[in-house]
């Protein structure tokens, strides 16, 4: 599948929990989020995540630019060793 294929799939809620979280740790980038999380994950813990998953939903993927890495801490970040 090309990863417009795979968006549509999981959009339409054609694989299973387990697949999305295949796909997602594979690649990364192309789940679309949703307040910073995959949006199966937000789905997932919604207040209403079983309608979600009996598909009385369909989630929008986020187009805000979002940074996809954690925040490098101050003291994490290569060369900088404790003192």
Request: proline share 10%.
């Given at each position: ?9 999981a ?12 796909w ?23 207040d ?36």
């Amino acid at each position: 599948m090309r990863p417009a294929e795979r968006i549509q799939a999981a959009l339409e809620g054609r694989f299973t929990l387990g697949e999305m979280l295949r796909w997602a740790s594979r690649r990364p980038s192309e789940p679309p989020l949703v307040d910073g999380e995959w949006f199966f994950i937000s789905a997932y813990l919604a207040d209403d995540a079983q309608g979600f998953w009996e598909g009385k939903y369909t989630p929008l993927p986020d187009t805000r630019d979002v940074s996809r890495t954690m925040p490098v801490a101050a003291g994490d970040r290569p060369g900088e060793g404790s003192r």
